[in-house]
Nanobody
């Protein structure tokens, strides 16, 4: 079983930056694609970004392209999401997720996600 532990959420003003971390245990980054979903109150869950070391692929949702960057530290089994130029509409709970590939993000669903983190709150004030 894979455990995912997120950290790095918080409160930031619009235009600011945050970096989320997702540390995986019970498996390595070679075994799963690791990514982030987010969900705001009253809104559907949204796939934000994903990285697959084994396939050499990354995914970014249209709403975060050019602002967010995903990267992995394979030695530490940790994936980072650097979020720059944050907007109030980025406010949500961000969940780390482990799936076989990043393809599930393209469909807009999360059917292929096997494991979830506990979530971390990101709040962007205007």
């Amino acid at each position: 079983e894979v455990q995912l532990v997120e950290s790095g959420g918080g409160l930031v003003q619009a235009g600011g930056s945050l970096r989320l971390s997702c540390k995986a245990s019970g498996s390595t980054l070679d075994d799963y694609a690791i990514g982030w979903y987010r969900q705001a109150p009253g809104k559907e869950r949204e796939g934000v970004s994903c990285i697959s070391r084994s396939q050499g692929t990354t995914y970014y949702g249209d709403s975060v392209k050019g602002r967010f960057t995903i990267a992995s530290d394979n030695a530490d089994n940790t994936v980072f999401l650097q979020m720059n130029s944050l907007k109030p509409e980025d406010t949500a709970v961000y969940y780390c997720a482990a799936s076989i590939t990043c393809l599930t993000y393209y469909s807009g669903g999360a059917e292929s996600v096997y494991y979830w983190g506990q979530g971390t709150q990101v709040t962007v004030s205007s």
